[in-house]
Structures are given as structure tokens and as C-alpha cells.
């Protein structure tokens, strides 16, 4: 009998523990009533991202939930590959060869047995990893099946919302669809305050929140303090009913870079305490940008950034 990848990966993972753990333990990132999670594969930089290797990761630093991006979903479960697509765009005008590929690929999505997608869910959690949010990138370019594809998706994966990063002027559309299929999307922002059609501004958010009560918040703490000069907390004690997550990380104002957690000028702290007091339902999603240091690695920072979140809510 020949075993695929995906069989020997599935080995693989029954056979790892956790690093640290005992075999049978599972990652518990739930501190004090506030889930601790993570944007993957993205955060895990440079590193390889399977849906193996998301799950591996989440496990040696101890994290229990993920906002998962749907590219490792649908190439564990077999999706046809286009070359020359990042993040879910072609890099320049699609060659014919590459529009027929994204044809069979649709065509694939289409076809799609949600069975194979709650099978996917089960390897998740069976591990102790929650899938709370499913990121979909170029989702304004797709068309409405495959959109409805996707709402399909967030919901077989067990998910609590879809996130995503599209023009303001889309939102209308995209919270139309949402309300049919009442699924929350979360609208990712930057620090792009100046642009109209990007999320920065507390405006901008509640633009699109006027389309639709199903168009809510992803709510990037760092990029918020970058673009605005001004804390989020206040924001989002307004909207929380509205968030789906938060992400997590260590910006100073007025545009500037990644710090490592708690030299910027990022309330960190004290988001995740409001989230505690309250009792804020959302994750707090870790998203890692900033350079590891020489004498450490990707997966040594993120096990530090859980732990700041630990003593945050302790």
C-alpha cells in the first residue's frame, strides 16, 4: 500500500506531541475567558504552511485556537494548483493556460463534498486547535457561487466568522451575501488612514457596517495606533458587538514599525484586559510581524508572545 503526503502527515501528527507536553495533552490558550489564537500560516514566517504544519506549530507553542487562511484547507484536500497566484491573485494579467486552471479549480470548489471539509475540522480539534476564523484573500474578485463556496466553508470548519481585506466600496456586496448565509465577516484594517476605500479610520468600519449587520470588525490593534494616533480601546468598547477578532501586535504611532511586544506604544495590556473585564466573546489573534532577534526563531518569539498574553490575563 502507498501512503500520500497527506497519509504520512496524518501519521506524523498522531505521533507528535506537543513540544514540552505529554502525547496525550492539548494546548490550552484560553486564559481567563480570553481565547488566545493566531493569523496562519502567515504568522509562521517563512517557515513551511501546510495544514500539517499550522497544526504542528500551534501545538509546540501551546495554542489552543486559529484564524486559518483557506489556501492550506483546500490544498490539503486536494484543490488543482495555479502557478503564478499569490494570496490568492494573479501576479499580472492570468495567461490562458493560468484561466483555465482557476476554471477547473472553481470548478473543484464547486464539486467540493462538505464531508471532506468536516473531516478536515475534526483533525483540528481532535488536537485541541480550534478554527474560529477562515481568511479569504481576492474574495472581491470572485464570483457569487464561489463566494457562497466559502460562507459554506467558514461553516463546515466549525468557524465563527470570515475575514477578509477588500476595498470599503465592496462591503455592500460582500455583507449582502453574508446576510444570507448569517455568517459575520471580519474587515481587516491597516494604517492606510488616508484611503478612502481602505479600513483604518473609525469611519471606515462604520461605512460598512451601515450596509449590513452581518459586516463587522477585525480590528488590528497595532495597525489602529499606527494610522490613527490614538488608543483603540475606546473604539472598541463602542463597536465590540461588532468584532469578530482582534489582532495583536506592537506598532508605535504615527506610522511606525513592528516593535517586539512592549517597546512599542501598542496597548496590548490593556486590550486584553478589557477583553477579561467584559467578558469580549472574540479572539485575541496573535499576527507576528516584527524580526526575530539573531539568537532566536520565529516559533521562540510566538512562544513569547503567548506568554505576554498569559501574564496579560493572569
Given at each position: 500500500?502507498s501512503l500520500t503526503r497527506r497519509d504520512l502527515g496524518k501519521i506524523a501528527l498522531a505521533a507528535l506531541p506537543a513540544a514540552?507536553?505529554?502525547?496525550?495533552?492539548?494546548?490550552?490558550?484560553?486564559?481567563?475567558?480570553?481565547?488566545?489564537?493566531?493569523?496562519?500560516?502567515?504568522?509562521?514566517?517563512?517557515?513551511?504552511?501546510?495544514?500539517?504544519?499550522v497544526l504542528k506549530y500551534n501545538l509546540e507553542v501551546g495554542l489552543s485556537a486559529v484564524e486559518l487562511r483557506s489556501q492550506?484547507?483546500?490544498?490539503?484536500?486536494?484543490?488543482?494548483?495555479?502557478?503564478?497566484?499569490?494570496?490568492?491573485?494573479?501576479?499580472?494579467?492570468?495567461?490562458?493556460?493560468?484561466?483555465?486552471?482557476?476554471?477547473?479549480?472553481?470548478?473543484?470548489?464547486?464539486?467540493?463534498?462538505?464531508?471532506?471539509?468536516?473531516?478536515?475540522?475534526?483533525?483540528?480539534?481532535?488536537?485541541?486547535?480550534?478554527?474560529?476564523?477562515?481568511?479569504?484573500?481576492?474574495?472581491?474578485?470572485?464570483?457569487?457561487?464561489?463566494?457562497?463556496?466559502?460562507?459554506?466553508?467558514?461553516?463546515?470548519?466549525?468557524?465563527?466568522?470570515?475575514?477578509?481585506?477588500?476595498?470599503?466600496?465592496?462591503?455592500?456586496?460582500?455583507?449582502?451575501?453574508?446576510?444570507?448565509?448569517?455568517?459575520?465577516?471580519?474587515?481587516?484594517?491597516?494604517?492606510?488612514?488616508?484611503?478612502?476605500?481602505?479600513?483604518?479610520?473609525?469611519?471606515?468600519?462604520?461605512?460598512?457596517?451601515?450596509?449590513?449587520?452581518?459586516?463587522?470588525?477585525?480590528?488590528?490593534?497595532?495597525?489602529?495606533?499606527?494610522?490613527?494616533?490614538?488608543?483603540?480601546?475606546?473604539?472598541?468598547?463602542?463597536?465590540?458587538?461588532?468584532?469578530?477578532?482582534?489582532?495583536?501586535?506592537?506598532?508605535?504611532?504615527?506610522?511606525?514599525?513592528?516593535?517586539?511586544?512592549?517597546?512599542?506604544?501598542?496597548?496590548?495590556?490593556?486590550?486584553?484586559?478589557?477583553?477579561?473585564?467584559?467578558?469580549?466573546?472574540?479572539?485575541?489573534?496573535?499576527?507576528?510581524?516584527?524580526?526575530?532577534?539573531e539568537d532566536s526563531t520565529v516559533l521562540a518569539e510566538i512562544g513569547k508572545c503567548v506568554q505576554y498574553c498569559k501574564k496579560?490575563?493572569?
Open positions: 500500500m514540552g507536553l505529554p502525547a496525550a495533552a492539548k494546548p490550552n490558550s484560553k486564559f481567563n475567558g480570553v481565547q488566545i489564537g493566531i493569523n496562519a500560516p502567515y504568522s509562521y514566517r517563512g517557515m513551511p504552511g501546510t495544514a500539517e504544519d492550506p484547507v483546500e490544498d490539503y484536500l486536494g484543490a488543482p494548483n495555479i502557478p503564478g497566484v499569490t494570496s490568492g491573485r494573479f501576479r499580472g494579467t492570468p495567461t490562458p493556460e493560468q484561466a483555465a486552471a482557476l476554471a477547473d479549480l472553481n470548478k473543484w470548489r464547486l464539486g467540493l463534498s462538505m464531508d471532506k471539509l468536516k473531516t478536515f475540522r475534526k483533525m483540528y480539534e481532535d488536537a485541541g486547535v480550534l478554527i474560529q476564523i477562515v481568511k479569504v484573500d481576492a474574495i472581491e474578485t470572485m464570483s457569487e457561487d464561489i463566494v457562497d463556496y466559502y460562507f459554506t466553508m467558514v461553516k463546515a470548519l466549525g468557524a465563527k466568522a470570515l475575514s477578509c481585506e477588500i476595498p470599503v466600496s465592496r462591503t455592500k456586496w460582500l455583507g449582502e451575501i453574508a446576510a444570507k448565509h448569517k455568517v459575520m465577516v471580519g474587515y481587516h484594517g491597516h494604517a492606510k488612514v488616508n484611503d478612502p476605500e481602505a479600513f483604518a479610520s473609525p469611519a471606515s468600519w462604520e461605512r460598512a457596517m451601515s450596509f449590513s449587520k452581518y459586516n463587522g470588525i477585525n480590528l488590528d490593534i497595532g495597525h489602529f495606533i499606527a494610522g490613527n494616533n490614538v488608543s483603540p480601546v475606546e473604539f472598541l468598547k463602542k463597536y465590540h458587538d461588532r468584532v469578530t477578532h482582534i489582532h495583536l501586535k506592537d506598532r508605535k504611532m504615527k506610522d511606525g514599525p513592528n516593535f517586539v511586544w512592549g517597546q512599542g506604544e501598542t496597548p496590548i495590556v490593556e486590550v486584553l484586559q478589557l477583553l477579561k473585564k467584559e467578558k469580549y466573546p472574540f479572539q485575541a489573534t496573535i499576527e507576528f510581524e516584527y524580526k526575530p532577534p496579560a490575563l493572569a
